[in-house]
């Protein structure tokens, strides 16, 4: 079982940036492909940034340009730096192992407490 723990959210204006980090442990060495996840109040949790097994990463519309993830597989860290942020992107933002079927990544692991993300106009 792998145990995820994101951290980095903050309190920023629209335009501003922060970084998010995701630890895992436990069961790390199963981890193959990780993303971030966001949910908005109100909202369902939706999928925006991908980082597959081979390095390749995918992003939501919503965010590409603006979002990269990263990932230190020494340190079983995944990261999401945010830059040009915008109110819309507020949520609480959580990691997770992921598995793909089809063209299609679906969470593999337990969640984590999330790291919330607010951004002001």
């Known amino acids: 079982q792998v145990q995820l723990v994101e951290s980095g959210g903050d309190l920023v204006q629209a335009g501003g940036s922060l970084r998010l980090s995701c630890a895992a442990s436990?069961?790390?060495?199963?981890?193959?492909?990780m993303g971030w996840y966001r949910q908005a109040p109100g909202k369902q949790r939706e999928l925006v940034a991908v980082?597959?097994?081979?390095?390749?990463?995918n992003y939501a519309d919503s965010v590409k340009g603006r979002f990269t993830i990263s990932r230190d597989k020494d340190k079983n860290t995944v990261y999401l730096q945010m830059n040009s942020l915008k109110p819309e992107d507020t949520a609480v933002y959580y990691c997770?192992?992921?598995?793909?079927?089809?063209?299609?990544?679906?969470?593999?692991?337990?969640w984590g407490r999330g790291t919330q993300v607010t951004v002001s106009s």
């Open positions: 997770n192992v992921l598995f793909s079927y089809g063209s299609t990544w679906y969470p593999r692991g337990s």
């Open positions: 980082f597959s097994s081979g390095g390749s990463t």
């Open positions: 436990g069961s790390s060495s199963s981890i193959n492909a």
